[in-house]
């Protein structure tokens, strides 16, 4: 796995995911249909002619199949000469009815004209001004959307091979400015050594020489610039210096390698789990968990193989039967640190969690509702419910408690918002992100590009935001706004809050 950088913890939608699909966005937005005659407009523009009198039309053919020479060429130059005149009076016309797309080539025809370029940027792209201006527009709509070079699309479009090795972590910045762990892979070795999502990194030992850093103590402050710190983190061997809940402590020889990771993190007693000592030792210092009370967490929703495309064969439902072959019958369900994903695979995990008792037969349970900036229907989330399997559905107290905090987004919340719809759950931590709206990739002109020393037919595309969030049945979006537990239920630490979800499931 590459290590993720989570900078901006939401672009991690953007970033290479192992793919089975050809297809990965939040929400799929249809190649715009070409400019031109097509379909019915072809049939109207072939009987443009039809509509004149008989004898036009066909005096019109017989002179176009027996024309003279000289009339060959002098027609040849007319249509010629109607074309420049057509293309030009188009081209003024388009210019002088938008004056913003003028001022744009104005402003792109002087500095290709006049412009001069000093540095001498390895980057391809980092004097395409048409691209830099493009991709500004993108991202003054918001901090999410962006353009995507035609290698960017392609590698999210069908991902490349991505077994290199790895610590396993991502990073973000807090509020206070400070770099800290933002996820932890489970699996990996920074997880296997007991590195926690939340640690604030304090200093980095690193054995070794990688990407121009040599062995040595490298102290991590807020003035750090954030390539130095990713050259630092990619380190083959480091011991970290964390603050933990105020506790200064080291994370020793965390060692890039190989392994196979997952998003789905669980615990049905200490036989029938996939945790590493360090983060099964925090779950039960919190206070036993109860014979029938079993315990999943999942990190991110955008690895494929938490739902694979099918119900039943994803690591979730994996997990999910070992709940119920272990005999558990509550849930807690942890959502701290979870910035989001894909929502196919959100609602796939919600069909597990999610019960509409009007509906007993389990079909069609509406899960969310896109609408766009007008607040139009573009689409909803419909599920088939398995939680009956699993779960009693008719039963007066919710069976599950989903744990959330600040950094629970995006599909995050818009799995909270469908458990409390439902009373499938009680929430229980801090309020959420407030991330309530998606983004879907659109392409714009085709292009070719190098992805690993190969040439490929790709495409510029847009990554914008296009979509709002709402609920299934409260119907409204929390953008801006997010899910706060109520005040009994809210709990900053993780103890705490494994202790009142113990509490509320006793």
Partial sequence: MEDKNLNDFFDEELKKQEEKTTRQQTNYVPKPTPYGFDGDNQQKHEQMYRVVPGYYANGQQNYIQKPSRSKKGFIAALVALGMIIVYF????????????????????????????????????????????????????????????????????MYPQDLSTESNGIGYSLNDEGDYYIAEVEVGSPAYQKGLFMGDVVLNLNITGNHDGVAAGSYPVSKDLPTEQFVKYIHSQEIDFTIKRDGVVMTINDVVQSGYVGTAVEYY?????????DMYRQRLTSAGSLPADVGYIRLTSFMDPYTIDGEQGQGDFAKAMALFKQTGKKKLIFDLTYNTGGRNDISEGVASFLVFDKNKPDGKDVLISTDRDKDDNVISQSVVDSVYGDYFNPYSSQAQIVVLTNELSASASELMVGALLDYGTAVQVGTKTYG??????????????????????????????????????????????VGFTPSAENIAQDFDDQVARAIQLLS
């Fill in 435 to 480: 991330k309530g709206i998606g983004q879907g990739v659109i392409q714009l002109k085709s292009a070719q590009a190098n992805v690993g020393g190969q040439v490929v037919d790709s495409y510029w595309a847009a990554y914008m935001t296009i979509i709002k969030f709402y609920t299934p049945v409260s119907d409204v979006c929390k953008h801006g």
């Fill in 268 to 276: 049905f007693g200490d036989s029938n789990t996939n945790m590493s």
């Fill in 89 to 156: 009076l188009g081209y003024f016309s388009f210019m002088f009815l938008n004056p913003d797309i003028k001022f744009i080539n104005d402003v792109l025809g002087l500095i290709n004209t006049y412009a001069y370029v000093m540095d001498e940027s390895e980057d391809k792209y980092a004097h395409d001004y048409a691209y830099i201006a493009a991709n500004a527009m993108l991202q003054s709509i918001d901090q999410y959307s962006r353009l995507l070079t035609p290698e960017e699309y392609y590698e999210l």
